[in-house]
């Protein structure tokens, strides 16, 4: 079970108890909106990847050598 | 002008899968600065939360993200989370390092809130790193190279007085956090 670690600055007192039903939904929630963020983001890379090989290989095939492509990124 | 850093209090976790919350952070410092070394518990994406006196409402926190990685990883990038994207202040960055991830290693981050007892909304300045000793970067069971720095933004006009930090598979074992007080003086 998950634990929730309170620190109470004022006393300099820290208390450990598991998570609250409540707590553990809330932490559940937050994991799966990360699964979703993350897979996501991946597929935003993934197509930024895609077109930037594509534009590369649309300026090759007007004939700019690698070093020309290179400059101008 | 003279400045002080005074330790509040730091906390290791003992049990793997926690969240730290400091409370009744006192008032009398002009801002705040939080050192975290962490790892997470879980096996795959994880990220540091942070949470400001318990506040889950998603309009409150927005981020703006500038990440770079290890060689032959993705490309250094920018990104930003406006305000209502997530109930949290959840920069995509810093990754938490995980229990697949190098042994021994840990995710390291520095959270700056100046003024934040005073009356406007919080900025928030993060820097973290990764280093797994492995080249490029892969975000899915961290290895590699990350660094970023995060603009962060606590849209309320109260005073701190409470942080939450976790994430969303817990801390591991041995992950720590410090609070520190600053303290400006003659200014």
């Known amino acids: ?73 | 002008m003279s400045v002080f850093l005074q330790p509040i209090y730091t906390q290791t976790v003992t049990t793997g899968g926690s969240s730290i919350t400091f409370n009744n952070i006192p008032q009398t410092f002009t801002d705040l600065k939080v050192e975290i070394t962490g790892r997470s518990f879980g096996s795959s994406n994880d990220n540091i939360i942070i949470r400001f006196n318990s506040d889950s409402t998603a309009s409150h926190y927005s981020n703006t993200v500038l990440a770079g990685y290890g060689t032959g990883g993705a490309s250094p990038s920018s990104s930003r989370g406006a305000a209502g994207t997530d109930n949290y202040l959840n920069p995509y960055s810093p990754h938490l390092l995980v229990s697949t991830s190098t042994a021994n290693t840990f995710s390291s981050c520095e959270l700056y809130i100046p003024n934040y007892a005073g009356a406007n909304y919080k900025q928030v300045m993060i820097d973290s790193v990764i280093d797994t000793n492995v080249a490029g970067f892969s975000g899915s069971g961290p290895v590699g190279v990350e660094n970023a720095f995060v603009a962060a933004n606590w849209l309320q006009t109260s005073a701190i007085t409470s942080i939450f930090i976790g994430s969303y598979a817990g801390l591991a074992q041995y992950s720590t956090v410090s609070l520190y007080g600053v303290l400006r003086q003659g200014v």
């Open chain 1, 1 to 73: 079970m998950a634990t929730v670690i309170e620190v109470d600055c004022t006393t300099g007192i820290s208390t450990e108890r598991e998570q609250t039903a409540e707590e553990v939904a809330a932490q559940a929630a937050m994991a799966a909106q990360a699964e979703a963020d993350a897979k996501a983001k991946a597929e935003a890379d993934a197509a930024k990847e895609a077109a930037k090989a594509s534009a590369l290989a649309k300026l090759a095939a007007l004939g700019l050598t690698a070093d020309e492509v290179a400059a101008i990124l």
